[in-house]
């Protein structure tokens, strides 16, 4: 059982502050890998950190598990956080994450591929030709990062 479950056993379905990643990762090419969720929306792999991972570390291994891709290097972007990404999970969970996000283009190994769990579809898309359906943050990304 991990952190998250074993939180959820004391205070049950109530607010609570969790702490997440997210990484954009660029190919040779310029593009940045996207994934597909199942809520039917489009961003970039990441995830909430276990017990004792520094966000770094949380990067890489969610990059790894949803879509196939060994990742190093890794660039700080920014850190969102705030209401408008309050997340009601469909069991009643609720959380207010913080969001740590990096850029890598360093792609060390790996095949892409979704994990079917997380990811249902991973493709790497060009700036110009993105996905309608994005998730709230990478359309913060987007404005505020590669856009500038």
Request: charged share 30%.
């Amino acid at each position: 059982m991990g952190y998250i479950e074993e939180l959820r056993k004391m205070v049950g379905t109530r607010p609570v502050i969790l702490v997440g990643v997210g990484v954009a990762v660029i190919d040779d090419g310029g593009r940045i890998l996207l994934q597909k969720r199942r809520d039917g929306r489009w961003g970039i792999p990441g995830g909430l950190l276990e017990l004792g991972e520094s966000t770094e570390e949380a990067g890489r291994r969610e990059v790894l598990e949803e879509t196939g891709l060994e990742i190093g290097e890794l660039e700080l972007i920014d850190v969102f956080s705030g209401k408008k990404y309050f997340v009601q999970l469909p069991n009643g969970d609720q959380y207010y994450p913080v969001t740590v996000v990096y850029r890598t283009r360093d792609i060390r190994g790996g095949e892409l591929k979704e994990d079917g769990e997380e990811s249902l579809e991973v493709k790497f898309f060009p700036l110009h030709a993105l996905p309608n359906e994005l998730s709230p943050l990478f359309q913060d990304l987007i404005e505020h990062y590669f856009v500038r």
